[in-house]
Nanobody
Framework: QVQLVESGGGLVQAGGSLRLSCVAS????????MGWYRQAPGKQRELVAV???????NYKDSVKGRFTISRGNAKNTVYLQMNSLKPEDTAVYYC???????????WGQGTQVTVSS
């Protein structure tokens, strides 16, 4: 079992920045990858960024160059630095962890990010 707790969402004007944090607890040594997804009203949940235990990183095309995913030194924390935010980035952002071998997904409770124009 893995528990994920997010923080750092909020309201920001277009062009501003926010930093999301996610702390994992429980069986953290079984985690293969951690990432961030988002879901806007009326839309499907989509991958924003992911980082594997080996350090491989992937981003959604529309956030490349603006968002940066990183891990803390203890490897149980993942961050999403979001710069040059746009109104279309408005969504609930969810932290995700994928377990090695089983590929079971765990989710955080979500944190709201609202970008005003």
């Amino acid at each position: 079992q893995v528990q994920l707790v997010e923080s750092g969402g909020g309201l920001v004007q277009a062009g501003g920045s926010l930093r999301l944090s996610c702390v994992a607890s429980g069986s953290i040594f079984s985690i293969n990858a951690m990432g961030w997804y988002r879901q806007a009203p009326g839309k499907q949940r989509e991958l924003v960024a992911v980082i594997t235990s080996g350090g491989t990183i992937n981003y959604k095309d529309s956030v490349k160059g603006r968002f940066t995913i990183s891990r803390g030194n203890a490897k149980n924390t993942v961050y999403l630095q979001m710069n040059s935010l746009k109104p279309e980035d408005t969504a609930v952002y969810y932290c995700n962890a994928i377990i090695r071998i089983s590929n079971v997904n765990y989710w955080g409770q979500g944190t709201q990010v609202t970008v005003s124009s």
